[in-house]
Nanobody, 121 residues
Framework: QLQASGGGLVQTGGSLRLSCAASGRTFSSYAMGWFRQAPGKEREFVAA????????AYADSVKGRFTISRDNVKNTVYLQMNSLKPEDTAVYYC????????????????WGQGTLVTVSS
């Protein structure tokens, strides 16, 4: 129901834009979030956006570099990633939460399959 795309290999300082497209149902009333999981590490919160786009939240590690946005007409959420660093390397997952303000993966109800982002030094 959630399909993440846009990952790839990029050099340090480069940019990528991830997309998360919903199908089969609408998530326009859900908060949407991006999480990431690096090898050997737990899934961690990256960014989230309220159902109407009125509020956003970011992990400290990506503030000022990443921007989350959504288009409820297209049923799609985006993550613009700039100034990428090697430590941003991970599989990125999008998720949907019926409530706003819960930034842990165990609270999210729906997940996409993940897209790999690799940042080379």
């Amino acid at each position: 129901q959630l399909q993440a795309s846009g990952g790839g290999l990029v050099q340090t300082g480069g940019s990528l834009r991830l997309s998360c497209a919903a199908s089969g149902r609408t998530f326009s009333s859900y908060a949407m979030g991006w999480f990431r999981q690096a090898p050997g590490k737990e899934r961690e919160f990256v960014a989230a956006i309220r159902w109407n786009g009125g509020s956003t939240a970011y992990a400290d590690s990506v503030k000022g570099r990443f921007t989350i946005s959504r288009d409820n007409v297209k049923n799609t959420v985006y993550l613009q990633m700039n100034s990428l660093k090697p430590e941003d390397t991970a599989v990125y997952y999008c998720g949907a939460d019926q409530y706003w303000g819960r930034f842990t993966s165990d609270k999210y109800d729906y997940w996409g399959q993940g897209t790999l982002v690799t940042v080379s030094s």
